[in-house]
């Protein structure tokens, strides 16, 4: 196995070969892009990762980033950067690069950024090669997978934590999962799964002829058995993935998927209300504040009225636990139905929302992990198994 180094800078090229000698892969220095691409054609499967030095500017490193993700998407790319912007990290993003470094980080930290980057490939090659014939594992032959929509009326009570963790626990029983972020303006499911989409569900949307081969390549893989299809990158494009497309999107998931969660927005929009059709299960959720609760109480109201069958719904309080005055027989009270499951607070949540990982993962025999991993097993019993032990990451949304 082997790992590009694309450093024109003899200085920089021979620093990166020194600290990245820790590792059990041969390094391969090449000075741009024309010999990356060279040695990507030479050596095919053997490349597992690519590192951009900083002797490239922001544009010529995007550029690397871009041709080597077309070339060959299961290489992870790792970019060293003189400078740390918004604008560089969001143009990351768009051209799939897993990790971006700061150019002064010391060896140790390249050598760690690195090592995710090759585990991340190696798993992901692992689980494209673990069906027979090399197919996926996804839905069943001959069986429709399950659509999961997680929805609450008010921002802020944790949607995108329950949905990216709901589809991790998923997964962890060896079947992958399909994550669709249908929050359209503000979408966070990749920087919480810290993923770095060259693609997203605006450009899935405007395809004509879209079939479930296909949109397999607007899905960005996560090492836990998560492919997630990203919200645009830019809001003012968001309107324009219509909820025709979403039906569309959402049905072809199916298809190939054991499961499919959506996360939303907190409004109920005719792309909401594609994916309230098109799904089994629909996870309502609030908080212990008036707010919260007024506003599921009108969400069940109107999908009484639009006749959702109430099989569907499960009602989920999080941080649950909270001493505000308010109590869970208070709330079954004014909605009028129980409360199937409550997940606790916790400083593990925001912890692992910062550092990019899944508390799952993060924190995986917590008691919020466990919560997740009981609504798991009601949904698909089969399938919430608990998840490998945490990963170390550190990367340039966390230093010490």
Request: aromatic residues 4%; glycine residues 6%.
């Amino acid at each position: 196995m082997a790992v590009i180094i694309i450093e024109p800078v003899e200085a920089g090229a021979a620093w990166l070969a020194h600290a990245l000698a820790g590792l059990d892969q041969r390094i391969l220095r090449t000075s741009g892009a024309d010999e990356a691409m060279g040695a990507i054609a030479t050596e095919g499967r053997e490349v597992m990762a690519a590192v951009v030095g900083s002797g490239l500017d922001d544009e010529q490193a995007l550029t690397v980033a871009s041709l080597l993700q077309q070339a060959a998407p299961e290489v992870a790319v790792v970019l060293l950067r003189e400078r740390e912007s918004g604008q560089m990290l969001r143009s990351a993003l768009r051209f799939g690069v897993r990790d971006v470094l700061a150019a002064s980080s010391d060896a140790d930290s390249v050598r760690a950024s690195v090592a995710r980057a090759i585990e991340l490939a190696d798993s992901l090659r692992g689980r494209l090669a673990a069906a027979p014939g090399g197919a996926r594992p996804g839905a069943p032959s001959g069986h429709a997978g399950e659509i999961i929509t997680v929805f609450s009326a008010k921002g802020g009570c944790g949607k995108t934590f329950l949905a990216t963790n709901l589809a991790v626990a998923l997964a962890a029983g060896g079947t992958e999962v399909a994550l669709v972020d249908l929050d359209l303006h503000f979408g966070d499911v990749a920087i919480v799964l810290q993923l770095f989409p060259t693609r997203t569900i605006q450009d899935a949307a405007r395809e004509r002829g879209l079939d479930a081969e296909a949109l397999r390549s607007y899905l960005t893989p996560h090492h836990a058995g998560v492919w997630a299809l990203a919200a645009p990158t830019e809001p003012p494009v968001a309107d324009t993935v219509t909820a025709s497309a979403v039906s569309t999107i959402l049905k072809l998931l199916r298809s190939s998927f054991a499961y499919v969660v959506v996360d939303t927005p907190a409004a109920v929009t005719d792309q909401v209300l594609a994916a309230f059709d098109e799904s089994d299960a629909i996870a309502l959720l609030a908080t212990l504040d008036v707010p919260s609760i007024k506003n599921l109480k009108l969400t069940m109201q109107t999908m009484e009225r639009l006749r959702y069958p109430p099989s569907r719904i499960r009602v989920i309080v999080n941080r649950a636990d909270s001493r505000v005055g308010l109590r869970l027989p208070d709330v079954e009270k004014v909605l009028g139905t129980s409360v199937d499951l409550t997940i606790p607070s916790s400083r593990s949540v925001p912890i692992s929302v910062n550092k990019g990982n899944p508390v799952l993962l993060e924190e995986p025999r917590g008691n919020v992990a466990e919560a997740i991993r009981r609504l798991a097993a009601e949904l698909a019993p089969s399938t919430a198994m608990e998840p490998a032990p945490p990963r170390s990451r550190r990367t340039l949304f966390q230093r010490s």
